[in-house]
């Protein structure tokens, strides 16, 4: 009997970088096929390849942004927020009807410890008003160290706060949160990413103050 989960597929976009791969990684695992998504159809297929040794077969597959989005039911961009807006634009033709997951957060380099709220609020927001009502945005992931999630063998041990208007694509989020390890809290309207975003700074000031790796966060009473 075929699981579902063969046939439901996950792009990656930024599926390179730290955060995106241990996520690709994870569900890859859990029987999604996943999609590692790149500007560079080269560079992907390449990190797919590095990932799949790793897992020790043959789980993930690379493409441009483009492609893997039009191949996908869910797509998930893990960006920085300085390519947010130009890897949405890329790729804004193949995202009608489907759930996306941002896990942008709008900081600003050098000063990464240090919240920024952009023009729009948060970047969920930016997103949502950049793809227009077509598009079911979550956002999602933002308080996940990379470090937490890099090895799919090891327990990420962190809640997930999941926001969005769709409350069925949230839920839909959840699931894959729980697929990757963790698990995901229902934390309101998009309009509470802001909050979620914020928290990044905040956590990443916290591990260099008290000199610890991927400090997280966890939801008590639940």
Known sequence: MTDARTLVTIAVLGGTGKEGSGLAMRWALQGYRVIIGSRDAERAAQKASEFNEKLGGNY????????????????VVSVPYSAQRQTYEAVKDKLDGKIVVDVTVPMQPPKVRTVHVPEGKSAAQEAAAMLGEGVRLVSAFQ??????????????????????????????????VEAAGMRGIDAGPLANAAAAESLTPVLLYINKKYGVHGAGIRITGL
């Open 143 to 176: 308080n996940v160290s990379s470090e937490k999630i890099a090895d799919p063998a090891v327990s990420a041990d962190c809640d997930v706060l999941v926001t969005g208007d769709d409350a069925d694509a949230k839920a839909e989020v959840i699931h894959l």
């Open 60 to 75: 993930l597959t690379g493409m441009a942004n483009a492609a893997a989005a039009a191949e996908a039911q869910f797509v």
